[in-house]
């Protein structure tokens, strides 16, 4: 590829550099996630594992601090994730991906390890467990074959405009088989999340493989929502 390409997307033109190597190793090295530490400084996290439910996710981290010229291998990190929280420009809580039962046989309420990363005075980013619960889902959950819910946080975190934080999931209402997605809201930076409602159900996509899933939402200039989501492969 040039180092620049320019394409016309309707009346709006962009400009497309050259690729930049992230990273790589033998085996798996991919589903690569974007994170803002802040303005400056981005963190690609890949997983490492095959694609199959196993509670955490292992995979590897590569910070950048010059919008993605150059980036850094700073090794493993024990559970990757789509989400994230920006605490603040040294702080990042990474929200887990697969969720649990908060107590036995509670198919509503569901929680997990996430990752809490610290890079104080912007040193070196040091990791630790941070527990992170989701609250009050409408329906229960089934648990598949080692106990975690079918459930999984993949959406984007927003900022709403009264201070909330937004986030959307995707999982199966027992007994149904197939995915739908769903809202939650955070009032502590992402460590606790409640359960607002359903964006869309697979009943309104009959023909749909799966169901919506693998959700990015936004914020409109008049205040409203826009969520995009998948419905098969």
Not at 118 to 124: C, E, F, G, T, Y
Request: proline share 6%; hydrophobic share 30%; aromatic share 8%.
């Amino acid at each position: 590829m040039d180092s620049q390409t320019i394409y016309n997307i309707g009346q709006l033109e962009t400009q497309i550099e050259a690729p930049v190597h992230v990273g790589g190793a033998p085996g798996h090295h991919w589903f690569p996630m974007l994170h803002s530490l802040s303005d400056s400084e981005k963190l690609c996290m890949v997983t490492v594992s095959d694609d199959r439910v196993q509670g955490e996710w292992p995979g590897r981290i590569y910070p950048t601090n010059d919008g993605g010229s150059s980036w850094n291998d700073i090794g493993d990190m024990e559970n990757v994730s789509h989400a994230s929280v920006s605490i603040n420009e040294q702080r990042l809580l990474v929200l887990p991906y697969e969720l649990f039962p908060a107590n036995p046989n509670d198919f509503r309420n569901a929680c997990a390890n996430g990752t809490m990363l610290d890079r104080p005075n912007h040193s070196r980013i040091v990791s630790s467990v941070e527990r992170v619960c989701f609250h009050g889902f409408s329906r229960d959950s089934p648990t598949p074959p080692g106990g975690q819910l079918k459930l999984a946080t993949n959406g984007n975190v927003l900022t709403l405009e009264n201070g909330q934080l937004f986030t959307t999931l995707y999982g199966v209402y027992a007994p149904e088989t197939r995915y739908t997605c769903v809202s939650a809201v955070s009032d502590d930076m992402g460590c606790n999340w409640n359960y607002r409602g359903t964006v869309a159900s697979w009943s309104q996509f009959p023909d749909a493989s799966d169901g919506p899933c693998e959700s990015n939402t936004v914020q409109l200039s008049d205040g409203r929502l826009l969520c995009i989501f998948r419905v098969g492969s």
